[in-house]
């Protein structure tokens, strides 16, 4: 089993930035793909961006190319999501994932790859 906790959500003004973290405790050895997806009120949920546990391979979704940044430390058994630029459509609970394997980005993406998930974290961006 893998348990994962993030942290990090908040209140912004819109054009600020937060960064998100999620610690994975458990089983994590062999956890491979970590990516962080979000879901607004009355909307699915949204792949956001996806980090190998190697940190080499990275996935984004267009909308947040040139504003987010993932990376990983796995020293601290955590992947950060830098969040810069917000905007009031980024707002949404965003949650953290693990799938034990490599994943294309084309299965990366997608919520029912992943076995793991945390609780959640609320970001809110006032206009």
């Known amino acids: 089993q893998v348990q994962l906790v993030e942290s990090g959500g908040g209140l912004v003004q819109a054009g600020g930035s937060l960064r998100l973290s999620c610690t994975a405790s458990?089983?994590?050895?062999?956890?491979?793909?970590i990516a962080w997806f979000r879901q607004a009120p009355r909307k699915e949920r949204e792949f956001v961006a996806a980090v190998n546990w190697g940190g080499v391979t990275t996935y984004y979704t267009d909308s947040v190319k040139g504003r987010f940044s993932i990376s990983r430390d796995s020293a601290k058994n955590t992947v950060y999501l830098q969040m810069n630029s917000l905007k009031p459509e980024d707002m949404a609970v965003y949650y953290c994932a693990a799938n034990r394997a490599f994943l294309p980005y084309s299965l990366a993406r997608l919520p029912d790859k992943y076995a793991y998930w945390g609780q959640g974290t609320q970001v809110t961006v006032s206009s």
């Open positions: 458990g089983r994590t050895g062999s956890t491979y793909t």
